[in-house]
């Protein structure tokens, strides 16, 4: 059920069909709305304060809702257009993946959504007021309203273009790319149980002894991306069979049909069960999504600088505001550990082996291709020092540590072999040795 209603979720966040469909319900009931007002001869009333409302007949309102709705279907025809076209651009600038936040705006559901309502109450209420030469109804309230939508609609117009210009400049765009980043990381520590302290390497080492080629396993029934798990579920389903279960592959990670991704140990007679509620705990479907991964977000982000460096855009403070971005991502998970390895029950004990998101895990991912992309960039290269040393101060664990200083000695290496100018060369290499602490406060 949980993993039903996660998939779903996802699918009307990253749709741009469910809140237009709801406006043009709206918009459907709005018509019958009015129209039955002043089939009820109550419309007069209400709009006798309007100026030339008493000469309102069937013949002028059934213009006006006809230009309304072949206008509002002129003007989002080319709204769309444009919009998709201006995407298109952007996604091969700045990568494919921005085209999921784009499809989850709900300001553009919004737009969209008020244009379908205008056309559907047009539509709707010319329909109702009859054929030409049919004598019906004078529909005041209708026309009054239509003429509203109207305007309303124009207004969305210049709103929503106003819009895509703000959202498709590059600042906006990584700014964005941020704050999804950070909510990402939000709702990492919102769905994993906490734990009272990391667990040190040895405790992981000693707990994935437990699984030897003896234990069982918990197959996938399909192919596709495993999009999300209910860690809360898979603690108290391993707490109530009294089982350890280790996941073999991180969310968002590509399966095979049979392949094996949870291997567990419980008491004989418990499988089953165990199995019907990692069924439930799991959700898998055909493409990616951000849900759960946070660094689905810091690959994006990645992405746009590795883009940026190329020598086709060329643009390297737009690599320099990812790396700036991404080393506040990096500070967050250090401070607040999401992702540790093992997963304790509200009673302490060690009941869940995750593929861990370490320190060294996100460098290798989403730092080091930028430093090696940016080799002749040496705006990139300093914000990626000044970023290390700020990171460097930050982290308290040793094994954090390590793995920052192997990018340094990486960055350090590709300073002197790529950078030609002596004197560029010296001040970055002269900041990249600089104090961690001092680097950051400079």
Excluded at 91 to 109: E, I, N, V, W, Y
Excluded at 336 to 355: K, Q, S
Aim: with cysteine; charged share 20%.
């Amino acid at each position: 059920m949980w993993s039903s209603l996660t998939s779903l979720v996802l699918r009307f966040r990253t749709s741009l069909l469910f809140t237009p469909l709801l406006f043009a319900i709206g918009g459907l009931i709005l018509s019958f709305g009015t129209v039955y007002i002043d089939q009820q001869g109550h419309g007069r009333e209400f709009t006798e304060w309007l100026p030339g409302s008493p000469n309102i007949d069937e013949v002028g309102a059934r213009a006006v809702f006809s230009t309304i709705a072949t206008g509002m279907f002129s003007a989002t025809s080319i709204v769309i257009s444009l919009t998709f076209v201006a995407l298109t651009m952007m996604s091969s600038q700045m990568g494919p993946r921005l085209l999921a936040f784009f499809l989850g705006d709900r300001r553009t559901k919004v737009c969209l959504g008020i244009f379908v309502a205008t056309i559907v109450y047009a539509l709707v209420s010319m329909a109702s007021v009859g054929a030409e030469g049919e004598a019906t109804f004078a529909p005041h309230i209708s026309f009054v309203t239509a003429i509203v939508l109207a305007f309303l609609s124009l207004c969305t117009v210049i709103f929503f273009v106003d819009h895509m210009a703000q959202s498709i400049q590059t600042d906006a765009l990584v700014a964005r790319l941020a704050h999804e980043c950070d909510a990402a990381i939000d709702i990492a520590m919102e769905q994993t149980p906490t734990n009272d302290r990391s667990p040190t390497p040895d405790e992981i080492a000693e707990f994935e002894t437990c699984f030897d080629e003896h234990c069982s396993g918990w197959t996938a029934h399909t192919n596709g991306y495993l999009t999300s798990v209910n860690h809360t579920a898979l603690l108290e389903a391993a707490a109530r069979h009294n089982a350890i279960l280790h996941m073999r592959f991180r969310v968002n990670t590509f399966v095979f049909t049979g392949q094996t991704v949870i291997r567990f140990r419980c008491p004989p007679g418990n499988e089953e069960a165990l199995r019907d509620d990692l069924d439930a705990a799991l959700t898998f479907d055909r493409r990616r999504t951000p849900a759960q991964q946070i660094d689905f977000e810091m690959s994006a982000l990645c992405e746009v600088a590795l883009r940026a460096l190329s020598p086709g855009i060329n643009d390297p403070n737009t690599a320099a505001a990812c790396i700036g971005y991404l080393g506040n991502a990096l500070t967050r998970i250090a401070a607040e550990r999401p992702n540790d390895a093992l997963l304790r029950d509200a009673e302490g004990v060690a009941r869940i082996l995750r593929v861990p998101g370490d320190m060294a895990y996100y460098l290798d991912r989403c730092i080091a291709p930028i430093i090696e992309a940016g080799a002749d960039a040496p705006i990139a290269l300093s914000a990626m020092i000044e970023m290390l040393n700020w990171l460097d101060s930050r982290c308290e664990q040793s094994e954090d540590r390590k793995a920052i200083a192997s990018q340094r000695a990486a960055l350090e290496n590709l300073i002197a072999a790529t950078i030609r100018h002596p004197a560029e060369r010296e001040r970055l290499l002269t900041l990249l040795t600089v104090d961690a602490g001092a680097g950051a406060s400079a």
